[in-house]
C-alpha cells in the first residue's frame, strides 16, 4: 500500500477515484405471496382537549338578543319614516 492508496472495507481504493459506496445486491426470487390480514376495526377516538371550556348557550343568547334588537330597531325607524310621509 503506498501513500495514493488506502484501505476500505477490505478493499484496496485509489485515493482521488471516483467512489460509488452502493452495493448491488441480486435481486431475490419472488416467494409465495402471503395471505393478508383483516386490519382491526377503526375505533372513534376522543376529541381533543382544546382547553375551550366557554359556555356555548350564552353565545347563542346574546347573538339572538341583539338580532332581535336590530329587528325592532329598523322596524321603528320604518314605522317613523312613515308617518313623518303622512
Known amino acids: 500500500m503506498n501513500s495514493n492508496t488506502a484501505d476500505f472495507a477490505g478493499k484496496t ?6 467512489i460509488s459506496l452502493l452495493r448491488y445486491e441480486e435481486p431475490g426470487k419472488p416467494g409465495e405471496p402471503s395471505q393478508p390480514t383483516q386490519p382491526e376495526k377503526p375505533t372513534t377516538p376522543d376529541p381533543p382537549a382544546t382547553g375551550d371550556s366557554s359556555n356555548v348557550t350564552a353565545l347563542w343568547v346574546v347573538l339572538a338578543v341583539a338580532g332581535v334588537g336590530i329587528i325592532v330597531l329598523v322596524v321603528l325607524l320604518v314605522t317613523k319614516r312613515k308617518n313623518k310621509k303622512d
Open 13 to 18: 481504493i485509489r485515493l482521488g477515484a471516483d
